[in-house]
């Protein structure tokens, strides 16, 4: 919680990514429809608390509109409630981080992935 609370837009998720790594973190699943996580090390998972109200999801995914908003928020141009907001509006319903590969991948509600990123160093 307390690495999560230094970051205020996607400019500071690389730091963040790194934090979390040091503690132990392998991989962790974020739900787009109320923020919640389930972070996973060590062969144990922690599930944290809804961080916002219920968001819709869209049943349809728009992937082009979401990387538009998600460049945007790697920028530092948008909050993360903002993020969220239009991650639920183009159809993301969780994304999936594996901090050994730095990875991150967004998926909609069908499961399909939208989109696959290399996290910066």
Known sequence: ??????VKSGADFPAYINAIQKLGVESYETYVH???????GQ???LTGQAKY???AIAEHSDGDSFVTYLKAHQQGKSDYPTF???AALTGIEKWVVNTNKRTCAYFDKQGNEILLE???E
């Open 1 to 6: 919680m307390q690495a999560h609370a230094h």
């Open 34 to 40: 109320d923020g919640h996580a389930n972070y996973n």
């Open 43 to 45: 062969g144990q998972t």
């Open 53 to 55: 109200t219920t968001l």
């Open 84 to 86: 969220c907001k239009q």
């Open 118 to 120: 290399n996290i910066p």
